[in-house]
């Protein structure tokens, strides 16, 4: 039986425990709601290389400590760094990640999300970046980016886009809209979802079948298609004029221009063309596509006011 309770009062940010041959790595920050910062990243890569070198462990699993997954990076950092004018630094922090990310993602061992709460920003890019996700209907997936003045930096639009198409993409990164664990898992994001009381047992056959094709075509359930007609070039040109998107119904039209104005509008530019042109690239070329507009996102005005209101009030995004 695979140790899915919780996982202790140990004072480490990234824990990690092997039973059963499944390595149990943990993000130790429930305070933090498990934000991803330096320190962390340091950890989660040093466990992970741990786990990945132990003959013994045929599966890696991830997950947050608490009630949440991870929720993002750490906000702090950013705004300290803005402030210093080391905007270089948070680009260097994102590539780290990236590094971590992508040694998760080309692991020849089974890497498995266990998304059994809130998953943020970052959180979600992490889950992303495993073979596979397990979930409960408490789990969920979210970007919000660009309410903060920012894109997502972590390689989630690429890794989603590739799963269900940049339209839908754009409508999830650019409203902001959440991603329940069910709807997830219709689309193919989250391999399975299941009772956190069959957890035990969902993991332990996952790792039984085994790695799976994480980026296999899959058909787009029609529930989505309206969100996919949204985001169409033309549709997305209007509605960022202001405009309502043709052959959406009113409801969802009125829905997503209300998410879109709250948004800062540089992010939503930057965000949607980085999606765009990511589209024929491998991993490692759209993560560099996505490194080569970060600084450049960091230093507008908005970033800072968007990244300093978080959790205070609503920014006032002024386009510049």
Do not use: W
Request: overall charge negative.
């Amino acid at each position: 039986m695979s140790p899915l309770k919780d996982a202790g009062t140990n004072t480490d940010m990234v824990t990690l425990e092997v039973a059963c041959g499944i390595a149990f790595i943990t993000i130790n920050r429930p305070n933090a709601l498990n934000a991803l910062n330096e320190a962390v990243v340091t950890q989660l890569a040093c466990k992970f290389a741990e786990a990945e070198k132990n003959p013994s462990v045929k599966a890696i699993v991830l997950r947050g400590a608490g009630k949440v997954f991870v929720a993002g990076a750490d906000i702090q950092f950013f705004i300290e760094k803005i402030n210093a004018g080391a905007v270089a630094d948070i680009e260097a922090f994102a590539r780290r990640c990236h590094d971590v990310f992508l040694k998760i993602e080309n692991s020849r061992k089974q890497t498995i999300a266990l998304l059994d709460g809130l998953s943020l920003g970052g959180g979600s890019e992490l889950a992303l970046a495993c073979n596979a996700i397990l979930a409960t209907p408490a789990g969920s997936l979210g970007f919000p980016e660009t309410g903060i003045g920012i894109y997502p930096g972590l390689g989630g639009m690429l890794r989603l886009a590739k799963k269900v198409g940049g339209p839908l993409a754009k409508y999830y990164v650019l409203t902001g809209a959440p991603m329940s664990a069910g709807d997830a898992e219709a689309l193919g994001v989250v391999n399975q979802v299941v009772a956190q009381t069959d957890l035990d047992e969902a993991l332990d056959s996952m790792v039984d079948r085994g790695r799976v094709d994480k980026y296999a075509r899959r058909d787009l359930p029609a529930r989505f298609k309206q969100f996919e007609r949204a985001f169409s070039p033309d549709n997305l040109r209007r509605m960022l004029s202001g405009l309502p998107p043709v052959d959406v119904p009113e409801e969802t039209a009125e829905k997503i221009l209300k998410a879109l104005k709250h948004k800062a509008p540089l992010a939503l530019l930057a965000a949607s063309d980085i999606i765009d042109g990511q589209v024929n690239l491998s991993i490692e070329e759209g993560i560099a596509l996505e490194l080569g507009r970060m600084q450049e996102m960091f230093l507008t005005a908005d970033a800072l006011e968007g990244i300093s209101s978080a959790g205070k009030k609503r920014p006032e995004f002024r386009g510049e």
